[in-house]
């Protein structure tokens, strides 16, 4: 494994191996006293106490008490009347950056060791645009963000980015991303070298069922899957708390799972009838379109002219609320190949929890319900009934959130080297 940057100079692998297994618990449990920590890691109390001392001085752990042990809530672990001794992570000892690249966006965020932002923003980009435009422009978004955030450069362990398609996790090269035209882009070299930040790179929806699995509703998750839907759809699967990435970083690639055998729609990826030839939100756009000029002043055309500045796929969404019956339809009959979808997935991973991310989580009372019944009905053996389906409550965060938990990881928690 490799050396936490913040473990000073004389470190043994030994000691980076005690110190990854005590901050780990800390990630896992919150608050907890010296003795648990000892019991947990099954470290002597001496190795211990020179563990917490270190961390002590460096201002990463920080005695805990009521108010400041806020990460238990989510987790479960509160325990009414501990002892004062109780020990937590500083969560503002140091940042991570997260950027996630989108089809078009850019999002980034300096988080803490909690993956809570600090701050964060956003750009677009033209798609047409050549690769090593859009590398700059990521360069100075995480430049401008790390300003912003007026965190100190020192504090900052690293850069996690989220790229589309396929990512070869161990040379941090978007390897291809269809849907930007991009081949064997050096992302983590390239972007190491500019900002002199150690960086780790995965593809988007991965990052974000990790941020998930160590943040958010997949912390105790055995097998996790998160499922996300915008230009592309893409899912990620973290089991026993470690990304799953396939033999060659192509797991969860269900976007491109034929759904149609004759006739379908051609893909970015080149093939017919693929999923997200069926269900993304370019499609449900054009579809949308359709019943927009089929019926010109109906409830969905007129969200279409209104002059507010939201996304079209918040228009339909809005005209769907609103009570348009051929909107809903539209949305219900897609949802359906989501349905079977999840159910090849819930065949192939058998997974616990499946969270559904962007347009998915953005329209999820419309998609949900359907896309949920669909699944339940034709996974194999009543697998499906045992599977929690829900949306991301991270929201828009959950591509930033991924991002940064990529750096966090990688460079902190080190979750990678078990
Ligand atoms: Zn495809």
Known sequence: MSKPPFAGKNSSLVRA????AVLNHFLRAGAISRAQLAECTALSNTTITHLIDD????????????????????GGHRRVGRPRTDLQLNPNARYAVGVHIGIGILRAAVVNLHAEIIHNTIVEFDTTLAAPRVLNRIARLVEKTIAGSR????????LGIGASGLVDYDNGVNVLAPNLGWREVPLRDWMQSRLGLPVTVDNNVRAMALGESMFGAGRDVGVLAFVYGRVGVGAGFVVNGRPFRGSGAGAGEI?????????GDPCMCGNRGCLETLVSEPVLIREAEKLVRRNPRGCLARHFAERNGSRPIERIFAAVREGDADALALIEARARYLGIALANLVNVLNPELILLGGMFAQGSEFFL??????????????????????????????????????????????????
């Open 55 to 74: 961390l002590l001085t460096q201002g990463i752990v920080m005695e805990a008490d009521a108010h400041s042990a806020r990460h238990n809530h989510e």
């Open 255 to 263: 976007g491109h799972t034929v759904m149609l055998p004759d006739g």
């Open 369 to 418: 319900p359907v896309a949920e019944r669909v699944m339940r009905e034709r996974a194999f053996a009543g697998l499906g009934d045992r599977v929690r389906v829900q949306p991301t409550q991270f929201g828009w965060r959950a591509g930033v959130i991924g991002a940064a938990s990529l750096a966090l990881s990688a460079f902190f928690y080190h979750l990678e080297d078990a």
């Open 17 to 20: 191996h005690n110190l990854r």
């Open 151 to 158: 965190v100190a450069n020192e504090r900052i362990l690293g």
